[in-house]
């Protein structure tokens, strides 16, 4: 039995999932998720053998949702399941310790193939997935964010202000604005409407 954490900000979702799943005999769904924190939490509580992450969530994305569990977990593996199949979302992805990465709209063959591959110890991606793995060297990646980097975009793509930023973060305010600062260079973006369109193209906020 594959004992799998659902992980998913639309409820719609993380249903459609857990339907699919309970009609094969060897899933078993522990528990949901609706954003990358409670991701993360309930991947300690509960240790399962796969999470299913979504890359856009709140309060935590995918990307670093799924880094802190394979710190926290290293049992237990990850496959991204996302509506973006892009060098800017699945190299994050896969550095940050996914093992799998499918692009939404697959169907329920893929997503078992994927859940059991990873199981094994073994790497599963959608075809137009694979192509973006096999090109190691493909040209200008996009500019490769820290952790915390990744965490401020997010937050600042969602709207909050640079006090309320260090108050989720518990860092201070100065040190937000460094990391602002810094991610408009890496960016190349010169103002916080540049940071939230990169937030959304990098899929770390949906508008």
């Known amino acids: 039995m594959i004992r799998v954490l659902l992980a ?22 522990v528990g949901e998720a609706s954003d990358g924190r409670e991701a993360v939490a309930l991947a300690e509580e509960l240790a399962p053998d796969v999470v299913v992450m979504d890359l856009a969530m709140p309060k935590l994305n995918g990307v670093d949702a799924t880094a802190r569990i394979r710190k926290a977990c290293p049992d237990t593996q990850v496959v991204v399941l996302s509506m973006h199949a892009t060098a800017a979302h699945v190299r994050p992805a896969l550095r940050a310790g996914a093992r799998g990465y499918l692009v939404k ?13 990873v199981a094994r110890g073994e790497a599963f991606f959608s075809p137009a997935v694979a ?34 930023i260090a108050r ?40």
């Open 8 to 29: 998913d900000d639309h409820t719609i979702v993380r249903e459609g999932l857990r339907a699919l799943l309970a009609e094969e005999s060897d899933f078993e769904v």
């Open 105 to 117: 709209g697959s169907g329920l063959g893929d997503l078992r193939k994927a859940v059991e591959a």
């Open 131 to 164: 192509a973006i793995v096999l090109d190691a060297d493909g040209g200008a990646d996009e500019a490769r964010l820290t952790s915390r980097e990744r965490e401020v975009l997010q937050l600042v793509g969602e709207g909050r202000s640079s006090p309320e």
């Open 168 to 207: 989720a973060l518990g860092i201070s305010v100065k040190t937000i604005e460094g990391h602002r600062s810094r991610l408009m260079g890496k960016l190349g973006v010169s103002n916080v409407a540049g940071l939230v369109r990169s937030a959304v193209r990098l899929g770390l906020v949906q508008v």
